[in-house]
């Protein structure tokens, strides 16, 4: 029988009953204590943390709940993974509509039945009823830098002033005073969305923010639904029953009738006030900006609440498990639109957005690059900044198996296409102009052409010729601190200074020219992992700007003029070290690292 949970407090208790959640007995600051224990928790995969006392608050603070993949199976009910190819084998068979497909998938079609909202008079979110005050709660200061205090949990409701669909979204909420905060509503946002249309009225926007709800609802509020779909239906349909909703009792709009905490108020028309730096999961603190203003009417909640938090940094955080649970749901559903994907994947390690790998059946020439277009251009995928292709038998999580095909499949002369002046996600600072940059394809798929002849002596050959070259790169540029050959594919640089210098240099190497990209990071990057690696590279690089090729330059047309598409050839180059105006990526401070440090043991007791 599957499990539920109407809210948090009742998860974290079954997590609590099967060892999967510790109760820290011991007074804990929510000012950057809390970040630098639930990290540390995370990465020695300790289970989920009840901190019951936290400094200046009388309410609990859960954090690490959905960080690990078993939490976030007992969370469903089933593995993600299962539930998407659940749904798309169903969709696939449904159409045309057939009786004993309706049989054969009565669970799913349960689950569709299941998925209207329900209403009720009232839940367990509006037992207790109070006036707005944000410091009542143990809101975290999150990482040395940040502008101050942020929520990082809240599930933002809104409605559509004209159609009334709803949107729920995780978005941060900078603390101002104890009644508003900032409303940090990104590009692609269905929030933003919402907002945008109430301004066009010259209306305020009616928000709750709901904090500790079903962790189905959370999972369905992470997801990258597409535009009008809503989170809360979403959530049914995972939860397999109705989710309660009721009225709010400061504003118009139905808020979750079973959560910890909601926060009701309104988001005014015309009003930005700066908020941030805040330390985000590219890892790094994204710029002050100007965002919208979320001004607080009351807060209602249950009698005993927990308040949820969690930390996003530099990779692997909690939101790794949310992000890849999401796109294992969600994933196999792009199927249904684009016939020619078998499968694809958003690395965790590059902030999702920032690498794309998909897998594609072709079935005329360059059909890859036609899906990696037309992916580019839908919904949350269209804020992807690389996107690598690969056969349809390549797995895209496969990161090693990715860099092969790279390896045997990509000629630059045919399969790369730089994409410059697009949308980009809020959060990525490479362009230095917020919400634009460009956008890159790597087309490694097997072509009719053929890939690279592989000749076992010739070869190895170049292997003896590559590796010896390597070995004396330090020698070669003095800028040179490390490097690290992946694959036979991806020589990793650490240097000094001068990124842009050493790589320029490095694709007109001559010993290297059996590579097919270069990539120079900073000093910060562990070139021998590779979710560092893959962070330090594709969190740090505009494609327009920094990336080069051992030769590019525009061809000479038979009038005599030139083409206006570059022709690249050789190996493909990436400064993705870091540069001036870049914001610093996340460090906890000596101060609290040692004070953690000496207090380990006694929040484990």
Excluded at 350 to 363: I, K, P, Q, W, Y
Aim: charged letters at 30%.
């Amino acid at each position: 029988m599957r499990m539920t949970f109407p809210a948090l407090g009742e998860f974290v208790r079954y997590l609590e009953s099967i060892g999967e959640l510790h109760r820290v007995k011991v007074e804990v600051d929510p000012h950057l204590e809390m970040t630098e224990i639930a990290v540390r928790a995370l990465e020695e995969r300790r289970p989920a943390v009840l901190f019951e006392k936290v400094k200046n608050s009388r309410f609990p603070v859960a954090m690490n709940v959905l960080a690990s993949e078993r939490r976030v199976e007992l969370a469903l009910g089933k593995h993600p993974e299962r539930i998407g190819e659940e749904l798309i084998t169903f969709f696939d068979r449904i159409i045309p509509p057939k009786l004993n497909v309706l049989f054969e998938h009565r669970t799913i079609v349960r689950r569709l039945l299941s998925a209207r909202p329900k209403r009720v008079k009232m839940g367990i979110a509006q037992e207790v009823s109070e006036s707005p005050d944000l410091d009542a709660l143990p809101i975290q200061f999150c990482w040395p830098k940040d502008g101050g205090r942020f929520l990082t949990l809240g599930q933002v409701i809104t409605e559509d002033p004209l159609s009334k669909m709803r949107n729920v979204g995780i978005y941060r909420l900078h603390v101002y005073d104890k009644q508003s905060t900032g409303m940090h509503w990104q590009i692609q946002k269905g929030g933003g969305f919402h907002y945008f249309q109430a301004e066009k009225l010259g209306k305020p926007l009616e928000v709750a923010v709901a904090l500790g709800t079903d962790p189905a609802l959370l999972i369905a509020t992470v997801a990258a639904l597409p535009e009008g779909m809503d989170e809360v239906m979403f959530a049914s349909f995972l939860r397999g029953k109705r989710i309660p909703m009721t009225r709010g009792q400061f504003i118009s709009i139905d808020v979750p009738a079973n959560a910890e905490f909601v926060l009701e108020g309104i988001v005014p028309p015309k009003k930005r006030r700066m908020e941030g730096p805040y330390g985000d999961h590219f890892g790094h603190y994204s710029h002050a900006a100007r965002f919208p203003v979320f001004h607080l009417k009351g807060i209602t909640r249950r009698k005993s609440p927990i308040y949820p938090a969690t930390i996003v940094g530099k990779p692997p955080m909690e939101d790794k498990y949310l992000g890849d649970a999401t796109q294992q749901i969600l994933g196999p559903l792009i199927r249904l639109v684009h016939r020619e994907v078998r499968s694809l994947w958003a690395y965790y390690e590059a902030g999702f957005h920032n690498l794309l790998v998909v897998s594609v059946e072709e079935r005329y020439q360059k059909e890859a690059m036609k899906a990696a277009l037309g992916l580019m251009g839908e919904g949350q995928l269209s804020l992807t900044k690389c996107a690598v292709l690969v056969s349809s038998e390549i797995d895209p999580k496969d990161w090693q198996t990715v860099l092969r095909e790279i390896r045997d499949h990509f000629d630059p002369h045919y399969d790369f296409v730089l994409i410059p002046k697009v949308p980009l996600d809020t959060l990525d600072f490479t362009s230095y102009t917020m919400e634009l940059g460009s956008k890159m394809v790597i087309d490694a798929t097997r072509k009719q052409r053929g890939g690279r002849a592989r000749d076992p002596e010739s070869e190895a050959r170049k292997r003896r010729a590559l590796q010896s070259g390597i070995s004396h790169l330090k020698q070669f540029d003095r800028r040179i601190v490390e490097t690290n050959l992946v694959e036979e594919t991806l020589l990793l640089v650490k240097v000094r200074k001068d990124g842009r210098t050493v790589v320029e240099k490095l694709v007109r190497k001559k010993e290297l020219q059996a590579l097919r990209i270069i990539a120079a990071v900073s000093e910060d990057v562990d070139l021998h992992d590779s979710v560092s690696y893959i962070w330090g590279i594709f969190t740090r690089f505009d494609c327009e700007r920094d990336v080069l090729f051992s030769e590019q330059k525009l061809p000479r047309l038979p009038s005599g003029t030139t083409g206006i598409s570059p022709v690249y050839k050789g190996i493909l180059g990436i400064d993705a070290t870091w540069k001036k105006g870049y914001p610093e990526s996340l460090v906890m401070t000596e101060k609290i690292t040692k004070r953690v440090d000496e207090r380990w043991d006694s929040y484990w007791k």
